[in-house]
T-cell receptor
């Protein structure tokens, strides 16, 4: 049973470009969460999705950030017009019924 | 608003020197307290879930306990491979996990 798969592992974008981060949850898991982690800081919740629905996006900036979890395919976190402050590690987690969450290895975004 | 505070921020132990990490929490109706281990450059690895005061879970040299206000992660006779950041998180209702900032543990041989 493969774990949560995130790709790419590392992503470099120039300021103003778009970043697309992908997350395939564990088999049988219908709940997906995205978190952001900055050095020396904890994991900050961004958005919680179930298939085709956004359940809670209270941690996601209103501008430039969007997320989806389509009926088929991975969950996508999209950041438009990236700025240097978007540089961080982005983690995806999945859970079967809102219990413990299992994390992927993350995507490290660097904006230059 | 759910809050989690972990202490100490960093802990340095000699190999074999047992100690405990603390996680204090404030939630409106605890639906689970979770411990994770995170190695540098990696994603958090799930360790334990605790649901009610008095509950204990063990895995190798680690033992997690829970009271109504805090949880402890006890590390018995640690080894250098136990060096990592240990994260505590809580859930209330159907909400996402809220994490503390973690305790960075270094075990010196």
């Amino acid at each position: 049973n493969a774990g949560v798969m995130q790709n790419p592992r590392h992503l470099v974008r120039r300021r103003g470009q778009e970043a697309r981060l992908r997350c395939s949850p564990m088999k049988g898991h219908s709940h997906v969460y995205w978190y952001r982690q900055l050095p020396e800081e904890g994991l900050k919740f961004m958005v919680y999705l179930q298939k085709e629905n956004i359940i809670d996006e209270s941690g996601m900036p209103k501008e430039r950030f969007s997320a989806e979890f389509p009926k088929e395919g991975p969950s996508i976190l999209r950041i438009q017009q990236v700025v240097r402050g978007d540089s961080a590690a982005y983690f995806c987690a999945s859970s079967p019924q809102g219990s413990e969450a299992f994390f992927g290895q993350g995507t490290r975004l660097t904006v230059v | 608003e759910d809050q989690v505070t972990q202490s100490p921020e960093a802990l340095r132990l000699q190999e074999g020197e047992s100690s405990s990490l603390n996680c204090s929490y404030t939630v409106s109706g605890l639906r689970g307290l979770f411990w994770y281990r995170q190695d540098p450059g990696k994603g958090p690895e799930f360790l334990f879930t605790l649901y009610s005061a008095g509950e204990e879970k063990e895995k190798e040299r680690l033992k997690a306990t829970l009271t109504k206000k805090e949880s402890f992660l006890h590390i018995t006779a640690p080894k250098p491979e136990d060096s990592a950041t240990y994260l505590c998180a809580v859930r209330s209702g159907n909400t996402p996990l809220v994490f503390g900032k973690g305790t960075r543990l270094s075990v010196i041989a």
